[in-house]
């Protein structure tokens, strides 16, 4: 056998390898190796080098390094302990050099992204810029890609894939699921003091960033269905939201008009009804014409939460009516925490419940966020949906709805506004 493949034996890479070890950790490679930790390995090779008798093989606990290194420097490759380790495994790289090495790639890298833009540095936590640093492929593109989008950020509302177009030529760089996107939150994030919104999705906490620099991942299909409501814009109403009212027309509104618009309330300074079924809602704004109203269709997308805000800086009150199951309770548990000003919650009572309930699949999953309930209406139904597993739903109380809405509105008189 040649000499090298003769090293090519297991017992040796795995001598190899303890010693590459060994010098990571302490940067010298001890004095003797044991033999007990190389119990399942053949080391029939290594006696046979070593030039030790069988019998006294049998009885040998360790070996001297020394005499390790003494053989191979009489063998046919010459080596000394630190070229078999180099020739088995690899150079010798000890602890400290390698942090060593490594702070001195990150300054490097520190360095480089500076170039693409200094806020990146001011801006972004050393966690942060560490897992950047960290990745496996070359994340200085990114910085790169970023730091032309900082120069060009938009002062009028753009979609993102434009913006995405018209800095870097590909629509889809600053999608917030690639890199590119992802280190461009970060920054934004930082740059910013968001408005507080309570337990918003992190989706919901994206699209928010991006809007406050006039940047929309997705406003064409991002809307909310309104009725009798009316935005103002510098002060001045907005003509095609006072003719919808005028019409008495229901509209899907894009996230973008809803931007647009400085303020937004009611058309006759009534409460506004948020109503969560979308059949529901059709129902009662043909048996309601003059209350205004929304439909939120379920778990709020942005332009919901954006008009909302709107709604509040008008200082408009809102009334939100969901199902009685625990998307339903959660939904409106949020409303009230975001909005404690200007939300309540309407018809979801214990009473509906029970006149609505039926028999449903209800996870663990959804029994244990109901947990998370505050409001002490709202905790009754909880309670009862964690006690029968059972789900109340809007149909199913649309009567008592339509009666509840009779009544309390009736203490509000229609107030048109006019142009």
Not at 145 to 157: I, N, S, T
Not at 331 to 351: C, H
Request: with cysteine; aromatic share 10%; charged share 25%.
């Amino acid at each position: 056998m040649a000499p090298y493949q003769f090293f090519k034996q297991p017992i040796f890479k795995e001598i190899g390898l303890m010693l590459h070890h060994r010098y990571y950790l302490n940067e010298n490679f001890g004095k003797s190796i044991g033999l007990k930790r190389f119990s399942g390995i053949d080391q029939e090779p290594l006696r046979q080098f070593l030039g030790i008798t069988t019998l006294k093989w049998s009885t040998q606990k360790s070996i001297s390094l020394d005499l390790f290194e003494e053989n191979l420097l009489r063998s046919a490759v010459h080596w000394s302990l630190e070229e078999f380790v180099n020739q088995l495994v690899g150079p010798l790289v000890s602890k400290s050099n390698e942090l060593t090495l490594q702070e001195e790639k990150y300054r490097l890298f520190l360095d480089r992204i500076d170039q693409s833009h200094p806020l990146f540095q001011k801006n972004l936590t050393e966690k942060q810029l560490k897992s950047w640093f960290n990745r496996e492929d070359d994340s200085i593109i990114y910085f790169e890609q970023v730091g032309l989008a900082l120069e060009q950020l938009p002062r009028d509302y753009t979609r993102l894939p434009v913006f995405s177009y018209q800095v870097t030529k590909n629509a889809h760089t600053f999608d917030v699921e690639n890199p590119a996107g992802k280190l461009l939150i970060q920054l934004l994030t930082a740059l910013i003091e968001t408005e507080e919104v309570v337990n918003l999705s992190k989706v919901e906490e994206e699209n928010d960033v991006l809007k406050q620099f006039f940047l929309l991942r997705d406003d064409i299909n991002n809307y909310v269905t309104i009725y009798g409501l009316i935005g103002y814009k510098k002060k001045q109403m907005s003509q095609m939201w006072y003719h919808a009212c005028l019409e008495k027309s229901s509209w899907n509104v894009p996230l973008k008009e809803i931007l647009k618009m400085d303020t937004i309330e009611s058309m006759n300074q009534r409460p506004i009804l948020i109503v969560e079924n979308s059949g529901i809602y059709s129902i009662l704004i043909d048996h309601f014409t003059d209350i205004p109203m929304i439909c939120s269709s379920g778990q709020f997308s942005n332009a919901v939460w954006q008009l909302l805000r709107k709604l509040e800086k008008s200082n408009q009150q809102f009334l939100y009516v969901g199902d009685l199951d625990p998307d339903g309770l959660l939904m409106a548990q949020k409303i009230i925490d975001a909005f404690p000003e200007n939300a309540r919650i309407f018809s979801m009572s214990l009473e509906n419940y029970q006149s609505s309930r039926e028999r449903a699949d209800i996870s663990d999953q959804q029994v244990k966020k109901l947990r998370g309930i505050k409001d002490s209406e709202l905790k009754k139904i909880a309670d009862e949906i964690e006690k029968t597993k059972e789900k109340g739903y809007q149909e199913g109380f649309l009567e008592e709805l339509i009666s509840e809405i009779e009544v309390y509105y009736s203490a509000y008189k229609v107030k048109p506004k006019g142009n």
